[in-house]
Each structure stands twice: as structure tokens, then as C-alpha cells.
């Protein structure tokens, strides 16, 4: 939990953010609703289920940034991750022996979705994302704390809540493309 600047991580973030609006206009928006609906090989979930789950967490958690971040706390120039923030925020980064978790309940997608309103709804989100990170750079991302979606009287730092929506939305973009490459063969 070492300490950063705040706007290093920022940086850090916004060009995650932007690889993933990038990679969803130039691969997800221009597939079939066929190619967006079709089960993953090993019956996992189809690319559009994985966009939906994100767009789930995101209908959670980009109210509540804007709410935070309405706050208004002066600027901080370094953040400090918790331990919690950073344990949420390594279990969801992509590697090469990710570990499967269980989706919560309310986030499980279901079979029949509107394949290309899930993939515009996903790059809306990353957007509104990214506007969110750029407000941040004047706020206090230890100070304004968001609930968990899981556990809603647990509070992380702002900070910590972007990182972990950042690596959850890699996770299964990753996820999302294994699928289609998996598909196309």
C-alpha cells in the first residue's frame, strides 16, 4: 500500500479507461448480434453478458462517484490505497492464473439481452468514467469514500474505487475477447 501521486494515478487510469472505449468501438460495436450473443465455447458467458455484467456495476457505481465527487473536497496530491482497496483491486486484475469468482446475484446477466444496447450502454459508462476521472483531478480521491456493492456500509476510498472498477472492467474485457477469438475458430 505505498503511496502515489494522485494525478500519476489518475493519468494511469484515464489511459486504461481510454484503451477500453477504444477496444469496445473498434471490436465489440461492430460485431453481428449474433457474434454478441453467442455462448463462450466452454458455456461461460457470451460477449454482450460480459459487457452487461460491467454495465451492472457500473449502473451501481457511477452514481455514486458522481455523488461523491459533488463533495467537493479540496485536492490531494497523494493517495494511499487501503488494504482492502488494494486486496478488491489485485483479486480482479487480469493474469495469467485468474482465479474464477462467482458473480453476485444481481450482477448474473441474463441469457436474452438487446446484444447492441449492452455495447453502447458499456461505452456510455467507460465515457461517463472517464469524464468522472478527469473531475477527480480536483478532488481528494482518500477522502470521499464509496459504498461497496456488496457490502453497502463498507466505504472505500475513491481512489481505490476506480482502481477496482478499472481492473474488474480489464478482467472481462479480456474475458469478452477470449471469447471471440475463441468463437472465430
Known amino acids: 500500500m505505498e503511496s502515489q ?3 500519476s494515478l489518475i493519468d494511469s487510469l484515464e489511459d486504461q479507461v481510454e484503451s477500453h472505449i477504444s477496444e469496445a468501438v473498434k471490436i465489440f460495436q461492430n460485431l453481428t448480434t ?3 450473443l453467442k455462448p463462450a ?3 461461460g458467458w457470451s460477449i454482450a453478458q460480459c459487457l452487461w455484467h460491467l454495465n451492472s456495476y457500473g449502473n451501481y457505481y457511477l452514481p455514486k462517484i458522481e455523488s461523491g465527487l459533488a463533495k467537493n473536497f479540496p485536492v ?3 493517495f494511499k490505497s487501503t488494504w482492502l482497496g488494494s486486496y478488491f483491486t489485485r483479486i480482479m486484475k487480469p493474469g495469467e492464473k485468474m482465479k474464477k469468482y462467482k458473480a453476485f446475484k444481481n450482477h448474473i446477466p441474463p441469457a436474452a439481452l438487446d446484444a447492441n444496447t449492452v455495447v453502447a450502454e458499456f461505452i456510455q459508462q467507460q465515457e461517463q468514467l472517464l469524464l468522472f476521472l478527469k473531475q477527480a483531478r480536483e478532488s ?3 477522502r470521499i469514500k464509496i459504498p461497496i456493492s456488496i ?3 463498507v466505504n472505500l476510498k475513491l481512489g481505490d474505487v476506480f482502481q477496482f472498477i478499472i481492473a474488474h472492467n ?3 474485457l479480456k474475458q469478452a475477447k477470449r471469447n471471440l477469438s475463441a468463437n472465430q475458430r
Open 76 to 78: 490531494n496530491t497523494n
Open 41 to 43: 465455447f466452454n458455456g
Open 34 to 36: 449474433d457474434e454478441l
Open 5 to 7: 501521486t494522485a494525478l
Open 170 to 172: 480489464e478482467r472481462h
Open 140 to 142: 481528494d480521491l482518500n
Open 151 to 153: 457490502i453497502n456500509w
